[in-house]
C-alpha cells in the first residue's frame, strides 16, 4: 500500500467515523427529547440540576463576570475619553455585555463547570455500570438521568448569562462612576435610552439559550458515548469542553449574522 | 420435569466479525439456581447480557417467561425487567445516593408505596443481608463485600421472578464470599426464583447450585447437577473443575515452536 492510499483510508475512515458519530449524536437528541417529558413531571429531578449546573456556577460566573466588566470599564473609558464621549461608558460597557460577552463568556464558562462537571458525572456512572444497573431496573437513564441534566444546564444557562451581565455591569460602574469619575446620571440614562429590549437583550437571551442547549447536549453525549474506562472518561471530558466552545464561538458567529444582518 | 422460565435453543451471538456465542442451547428450570461457568471471555456474561435483553441474538430463540425476549418492544422489555433483578460484578450502586436509597430506589420508581411502607421493605431486604445497620452509610464507606450485599438486597427488592448474578463472587474475601454465596442461596429459595449465575469460582459455585453449564469459546461444552460435575470425566470439566493449567484450555498461547522461533530469530 502506497503513501497515498494510506493517507485516503485514513482519512475516509476518519470522516466515516465522524459522519457516523453525529448521526448517532442526532438520534441521541431526538430520543432524548422524546423522553424529556419525565423531567417535567418531576421537579425534584429538575430542580437537583437546576443546583448542580446553576447555584453551583455563581461564584465563578459572578466573579468573572465582575472582572469582565472593571476591564470593560478601564478600556472603555480610555478609548472614549480620546473623543471626549466618556458619557457613553455606560451604552459601550452595557452593549459589549448584553449582546456578545454575557452570552459567550458565561457560555464558555459554563461549559468548563458545569459542562465537564456532568460528562465526568454521566461517563463515570456508566463506567461503574450504575446507566446499566438503572437500565435494568426498567429506569430507562436517557428519562431518569441525562434528560434532567439537559434541562438543568438549558435552563441554567440564560440566567447565568443574565447575571454574568448584571455582574459586568456593576463591575464598569465601580471604574467608570466610582474610581474615574463618570458622571453617574450620564451613565444610567445613556444605557437606558440606549440598549433596546428587542435587539439587544432578547438578543442576547436567544443566544445564551442555544448556547446552553450546545453545551448540555455536548456534555451528556459526551458522558453517555464515553468509552468506560478512566482513560475514556478524561478524554470525553477534553472534547466536552473543546467542542464546547468551538460550537459556542461559531454558533455566535452565525447568530450574530442573522440578528444584526440589518444593520 | 420441572417448567423451564428460560430456554435458550440454537442461539448464535456475534460483534460484527467476532462470533462470541454459538449454538447455545439451555433450559433454566423455574424455581432453581443455575450456574453458567467458564474461562474469562468464553461468554458467559454475553449470555447474561442476552437474557436481561441488553443486546439481540444474532439467530436462534431466546425466552424468558414464554416470551422471545429479542422480539419485546421498549415497554415489554421494561415490564420483563420489572420482574428481573440483576447483581452486577461490581455492585454498580449508585454513588450519589445511602445504602437505604439504593434499595428504595426501585421501590419509588415502580410502586405507589407511601414512604413509610418503603422504609419497611427496605429494613427487611437490609436485615435479609445482615446490613441493617448500615442503611444511612454511602456506598463510598463500605467494603467491597458489604458493596455487594447491599447490591444483592436492591436487586431483590420487587421480588423479582428471575435473578441474574454477573461474577458475584468477584474480589471478595473468603468470608465474604461464603456470606454472598449462602445469601443467593438462600434467598433464590425465599422468593421461589429462577436464579442465573454467571461464574468462575467452582467450589463456593458447586455448593450452592442446582445445576451447572460449562461453557468454553462460546459454546456449552458440559452440563450436569454438581455432584455430577465433581465427578465428570470430560476433558474440558475436569481441567476447570480441578484448576489444572493445561488440558483443552492451553497454557501456552498459540505460537511457532519455541525451536523455530528461536532458530529463526524472529519474533
Not at chain 1, 435552563?155 to 460602574?173: D, N, R, V
Not at chain 2, 422489555?77 to 420482574?83: Q, V
Not at chain 2, 481441567?239 to 493445561?246: E, I, K, L, W, Y
Request: charged share 15%; glycine share 10%; with cysteine.
Amino acid at each position: 500500500m502506497n503513501m497515498l492510499e494510506r493517507f485516503f483510508r485514513v482519512v475516509g475512515r476518519n470522516t466515516i467515523n465522524r459522519v457516523w458519530r453525529l448521526g448517532f449524536a442526532a438520534r441521541f437528541f431526538i430520543a432524548l427529547l422524546a423522553h424529556s417529558g419525565e423531567t417535567f413531571r418531576r421537579p425534584r429531578l429538575l430542580l437537583r440540576e437546576l443546583f448542580a449546573s446553576g447555584v453551583l456556577s455563581l461564584i465563578i460566573i459572578l466573579v468573572s463576570g465582575l472582572f469582565v466588566g472593571l476591564v470593560l470599564g478601564l478600556q472603555g473609558y480610555d478609548t472614549l475619553q480620546r473623543y471626549g464621549s466618556s458619557e457613553a461608558l455606560g451604552i459601550l460597557v452595557a452593549l459589549s455585555l448584553v449582546r456578545e460577552l454575557g452570552p459567550v463568556v458565561a457560555g464558555l464558562l459554563f461549559a468548563s463547570r458545569a459542562g465537564s462537571s456532568i460528562t465526568a458525572e454521566v461517563g463515570l456512572m456508566k463506567a461503574t455500570e450504575q446507566l446499566t444497573a438503572m437500565d435494568m431496573m426498567a429506569v430507562n437513564p436517557l428519562a431518569r438521568i441525562i434528560a434532567p441534566r439537559f434541562w438543568g444546564g438549558v435552563l441554567s444557562m440564560p440566567m447565568l448569562a443574565a447575571l454574568f451581565t448584571a455582574a459586568g455591569i456593576f463591575g464598569g460602574w465601580l471604574i467608570g462612576v466610582v474610581f474615574i469619575g463618570v458622571d453617574e446620571g450620564a451613565f444610567w440614562a445613556q444605557m437606558q435610552a440606549n440598549v433596546n429590549f428587542v435587539d439587544d437583550v432578547c438578543n442576547g437571551i436567544i443566544k445564551s439559550i442555544v448556547f446552553g442547549v450546545a453545551v448540555s447536549l455536548i456534555a451528556v453525549f459526551e458522558g453517555f458515548d464515553a468509552v468506560p474506562t478512566a482513560e475514556g472518561v478524561s478524554r470525553a471530558i477534553t472534547r466536552t469542553v473543546v467542542t464546547s466552545a468551538l460550537a459556542i464561538l461559531a454558533l455566535d458567529f452565525v447568530l450574530t449574522s442573522f440578528m444584526f444582518r440589518g444593520l | 420435569m420441572t417448567f423451564p422460565y428460560v430456554e435458550i435453543s440454537g442461539l448464535d451471538f456475534a460483534y460484527g466479525d467476532r462470533q462470541i456465542l454459538s449454538g447455545i442451547n439451555m433450559q433454566l428450570p423455574k424455581g432453581k439456581l443455575t450456574a453458567i461457568m467458564g474461562g474469562s471471555g468464553c461468554g458467559k456474561t454475553t449470555l447474561l447480557r442476552l437474557i436481561g435483553g441488553q443486546i439481540k441474538a444474532c439467530r436462534g430463540s431466546l425466552k424468558v417467561a414464554g416470551q422471545e425476549v429479542g422480539q419485546l418492544r421498549e415497554r415489554d422489555l421494561y415490564e420483563m425487567r420489572r420482574r428481573t433483578g440483576m447483581l452486577f460484578q461490581f455492585g454498580a450502586l449508585f454513588t450519589d445516593l445511602t445504602v437505604f436509597d439504593n434499595i428504595a430506589f426501585p421501590l419509588r420508581e415502580h410502586t405507589k408505596l407511601p414512604e413509610s411502607a418503603i422504609r419497611d421493605l427496605v429494613l427487611l431486604k437490609l436485615e435479609a443481608v445482615g446490613l441493617r445497620g448500615a442503611a444511612q452509610l454511602m456506598p463510598a464507606e463500605l467494603s467491597g463485600g458489604m458493596a455487594r450485599r447491599v447490591a444483592l438486597a436492591r436487586s431483590v427488592a420487587l421480588d423479582p421472578e428471575l435473578i441474574l448474578f454477573d461474577e458475584p463472587f468477584t474480589g471478595l474475601d473468603p468470608i465474604s464470599l461464603s456470606i454472598i454465596a449462602t445469601l443467593i442461596r438462600r434467598l433464590t429459595d425465599a422468593l421461589g426464583a429462577t436464579s442465573v449465575m454467571v461464574t468462575h469460582d467452582v467450589h463456593e459455585s458447586l455448593a450452592v447450585v442446582d445445576y451447572v453449564y460449562f461453557m468454553s469459546a462460546g459454546r456449552v461444552v458440559g452440563a450436569g447437577t454438581p455432584e455430577e460435575i465433581k465427578v465428570s470425566t470430560d476433558p474440558y470439566v475436569y481441567q476447570f473443575v480441578h484448576a489444572q493449567p493445561d488440558g483443552p484450555v492451553h497454557f501456552h498461547y498459540q505460537a511457532p515452536t519455541l525451536d523455530e522461533q528461536l532458530l529463526e530469530g524472529v519474533l
